[in-house]
Structure formats: C-alpha cells, structure tokens
C-alpha cells in the first residue's frame, strides 16, 4: 500500500516510519510513502503557504493554490471523483476515525492488491481554505474531539491502524482479530485484559481460568472481561455491540441496568400555564399517575411526587393509590402495585424538596423540563450532565401539566433539561411521553 502524505513537515515523519513493524513493512516492500509539501507548489519567491482568514479571526488559513497545485500533480481531478485513490483530509471536525473504517480501507487495499494509494492531507494553522474540499471530493476525517496543531500525528494514527491490518503486516494473523473494536472475539468491545509472566506479581494472581488450559472457559472469561470493560468506562460500546442471549443473561446477573435510584421525578398540577398562558393550576388525572408511575418503576426512579395544592385532587389521588396498591387493583394486577408504590402526594414543589431531604439527607438538584427552549428561565444542561449528576446527588426532575410549568416553577430550577424533538415543527408530547423519552435520554442501557 502507498500512502501519499500531504504535508508541510515531511520531516514529522521520520522516526515514527521506520520504527518496529511499521519500518518492518517499509522495507520489506508492503508499505511504501511518499511526501508532497505545498510549499513546493507555491508561485511566490517566499513560498507562501497561508494567508489571514477573510471575515477576520486569529491565525492563518493554508492557501488553496499550492495545495490545489500539489493534489493535481498527484493526478487528482478538480470537481471530479479522479485520482489514484481515496483522498482523505484531517480535520478536527471530520467523521470520528475508528477500527471499523480502518479496516474498510485496508479491505480495499486487500482487494485491489498492494498498489493500492491513499492520500492524506495534513492541515496546519487554523486548517485548510474550505474550497478544497468542494473542488476535490476529500472524506473529512477526525481522529478523536481534540485539536492537535496540525494533522501529521492524525496521520501517523490512520497509518499505523490501517497498516497493522493488512495481510503480511503482523507476525501473527491471528492478533488483529482478536483485538479491541473488532467484530470476532472482542464483538466490537474494548480488549480484555491481558496477562504475562510471572504467574503471581507483587502478591496479584493471574485469573485461574487462564492457566486452566480449558479454551471454552477462556474465552467466556475474556467475553465478560470485555463487556465489564466496556460497561465500565464505555457504555456505549457495549449498547452497539452485538450482545446474545447468554451475554444479556449474565449481564443481568452481574449488574443492573442504569438505575434511577437517585433520579425523582415530580408531575406538577400547580403553578403550570393555562391555554391563555397564564399560571394556574390544573386537575390531576388518573392516566398521567399510571403512565408516569410505570415508567418511573421500568427506569428505577427513587420516586415520583404527585403535586397538587388543591384537597379535593390529592383526596381523588389517594382513592386512585389505595385501590391499586391494596384494593382490588392489586390484586388483579401486582405488576402496577408495584408501580404506583412510588408515588408519594404532595402540596407543591417544596414540599417534595423537604420529603427528599429528609429521606436523602441531600438536597436534590431540581431540573425543570419545558417543550421550548428560550423560556428566560433558569440555563439548560444536557442529558448527559444530569446522568453525571445522579453520580452524587438527588435528582428531581419537574414536569408541567397543562401547557408545562410556569415561570414561577422554572426558576425554582438549578437547570432546565433540552426540549426533546425541539427542532422539529410539531412537539407536543403528553406529559406521560415526555417523562418517558427524559427517563431514557438521563438513564438509557444497553438495549
Ligand atoms: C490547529 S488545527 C486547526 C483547528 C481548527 N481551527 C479547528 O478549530 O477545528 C490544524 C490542523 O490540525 C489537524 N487536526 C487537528 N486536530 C485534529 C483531529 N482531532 N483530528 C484530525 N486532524 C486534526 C487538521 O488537519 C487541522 O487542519
């Protein structure tokens, strides 16, 4: 495979070419590279490779001449899919580079055989003129949310992971399809950990299983080492992965799903805005109580408060509770006992405050919810903030009836959570939905 590199540092990259397997395949032909500096390419006697930024800002932009100029001398086509091959061009905003695209070039490589040329264009400065991505179809790439000062070291990344991966690179074959990120043993989770000689290492032992010599056993253990793992420190991994039955099952016995434990939610019937907007209070109903209630029980929620300052609503709301968590109701239906067992009445928000802080011994971080956004209350945080937040702290979400929580409501809040869908047109989910997608969106599992 070639690599031609786009660079105005060509010398970043000696040393790190010509080191252990990397320099192996160079010399033994399955690796070759060449590099085009764009100062090459420029037309003035000072070589000018950049220039300030139209609209103004701090530092230089690459020029696109020089660098137009290099990728024709490359045999790339302006406005035009041509070109010795794959033109790929680092940006810190580009499409996250990972395993899988890795080996998606090195497959192509495989295929077409070793003549197989990527290009690489390396950014320096504030990043490259935006025209050289319209006139030469260049895949925008990224190798982690981090700026580096230019895209050499971004480089020596892709290199290093699509080379590794094409036959004839690694000693054993059998390495790269058992690491992390790649479907076969590992199913797209990060590697187990591994262990070496001595069997016991300042008073730590090996795991049994692995001297046991019992293949089936080692690979299970590496299976569930690697879920853990991934569980541990990226759950997300471990939602994309192809989990089976047997997987699902011991996941289940080792660990719950995200709980809610510390995450309270209270469904607020006053202060909330009427069809006119104005604040007042509206009437408590038996479908919001059930709904929220079970979605309360299926994220494991600590609790759900029911508030209302009128007595004649809590009255209807106790009737409701009695029946279907020691009247007929639960007899015929233990499932939504167990349910509406969380729901605890209350007057008003603070009186759930002080319920919570006599339970938790902390006082819960309230987060109001609203369907807009702009609503001049209290700043949004994000989903993934609260989850952070459940970490430490009781957390009380407050949903609105009515047409959602008044004013006087939101700014009783350390922080409003985003509208869900508020880019779309229409968002007027019932406030049952609405607890359920914030539910999923703070505590959401492997699926
Ligand atoms: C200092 S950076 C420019 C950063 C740019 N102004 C921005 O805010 O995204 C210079 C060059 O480094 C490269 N670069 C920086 N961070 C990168 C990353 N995370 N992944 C890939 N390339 C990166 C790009 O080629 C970029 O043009």
Not at 334 to 342: G, I, N, V
Not at 431 to 445: G, K, N, Q
Request: charge should be negative; hydrophobic fraction near 40%.
């Amino acid at each position: 495979m070639h690599f031609n590199i786009v660079t105005l540092f060509p010398e970043y990259f000696s040393g790190p070419l010509d080191c252990g397997q990397l320099g192996k395949a160079r010399e033994s032909g399955l690796l070759s590279f060449s590099f085009h500096s764009p100062r090459d390419a420029a037309e003035d006697k000072r070589r000018t490779v950049d220039g300030p930024p139209y609209g103004g800002g701090p530092g230089m932009v690459m020029l696109p001449g020089p660098l137009s100029r290099t990728l024709r001398g490359l045999g790339f086509i302006p406005r035009s899919a041509g070109g010795p091959g794959p033109l790929l061009l680092f940006k810190a905003g580009g499409i996250p580079f990972g395993q899988t695209r890795a080996a998606a070039l090195a497959e192509e490589a495989d295929r077409s055989g070793r003549d197989r040329t990527l290009t690489l264009i390396c950014g320096r400065y504030e990043g490259i003129d935006a025209r050289i991505e319209e006139l030469f179809p260049a895949q925008p790439v990224s190798v982690g949310d981090f700026v580096l000062n230019g895209g050499e070291a971004a480089a020596l990344c892709l290199i290093e992971a699509v080379s590794r991966l094409l036959p004839g690179f690694m000693g054993d074959e059998r390495s790269r399809e058992e690491e992390s990120f790649t479907p076969g043993l590992c199913g797209g989770l990060p590697e187990y950990p591994q262990y070496t000689r001595p069997e016991v290492f300042e008073g730590l032992a090996v795991p049994k299983v692995l001297l046991s010599g019992d293949h089936a056993g080692i690979a299970l253990w590496r299976r569930q080492a690697s879920l853990l793992a991934a569980l541990q420190i990226r759950p997300e991994l471990a939602a994309a992965a192809a989990l089976d039955h047997d997987d699902r099952a011991w996941l289940q016995s080792v660990c719950r799903p995200a709980t809610g434990r510390n995450l309270y939610c209270a469904l607020v019937h006053f202060p909330v805005l009427d069809r006119e907007d104005n604040p007042g209070a509206a009437s408590l109903t038996n479908l919001d109580i059930h709904d929220i209630a079970r979605s309360s029980c299926t994220y494991g929620l600590g609790g759900f408060y029911a508030l209302t300052p009128l007595a004649d609503q809590r009255a209807l709301l106790r009737d409701i509770l009695r029946y279907w968590t020691a009247g007929p109701g639960a007899r015929s239906n233990p499932d939504r006992a167990r349910a509406l067992a969380l729901v605890r009445e209350g007057e008003d928000i603070a009186c759930a405050v002080a319920d919570l802080e006599l339970r938790t011994g902390t006082a819960p971080l309230l987060i109001g919810t609203s369907a807009r956004s702009g609503h001049g209350g209290p700043p949004e945080m994000t989903f993934a903030e609260i989850a952070g937040y459940l970490q430490t702290r009781p957390v009380l979400l407050l949903f609105g009836t009515g047409r959602g929580l008044a004013p006087q409501a939101l700014e009783m809040c350390a922080a409003v959570a985003p509208p869900l869908r508020a880019l779309g047109a229409y968002n007027h989910l019932s406030v049952r939905a609405a607890a359920a997608v914030t539910f999923d969106r703070i505590l959401h599992d492997l699926d």
